[in-house]
């Protein structure tokens, strides 16, 4: 497959891992860690133009299936993001 299309709805094919996910685009962003989400957002879907980076607040649980081209960026009550953002 050359590319994912635009969540949603969730795409994943036969892929069942990050890694799978990727096509060659980073898939993992730790060093936004503690940056507003916003920019966040736009950082993700600038590196990995496949996915589509969604804000979720801490303690708001996403849909639970796994997507190819999708990212939660989860953030504190300050908009800072909290967890590693991560395909899936």
């Known amino acids: ?14 892929c069942t891992d990050v890694v799978c996910c990727a096509h060659g685009h980073k898939l993992r962003w730790p060093e936004l860690l503690g940056n507003h989400g916003a920019a966040a957002k ?12 969604e804000i ?3 303690g708001r649980v996403g849909p639970p299936n796994f997507c190819c081209n999708r990212v939660f960026v989860i ?9 590693i953002p991560t395909i899936g």
């Open 1 to 14: 497959m050359s590319g994912w299309p635009r969540y949603p709805p969730c795409a994943s094919g036969t």
């Open 42 to 53: 736009a950082t993700i879907e600038k590196e990995n133009p496949e996915v589509t980076a």
């Open 56 to 58: 979720l607040t801490q």
């Open 75 to 83: 953030v504190d009550t300050h908009g800072n993001v909290t967890n």
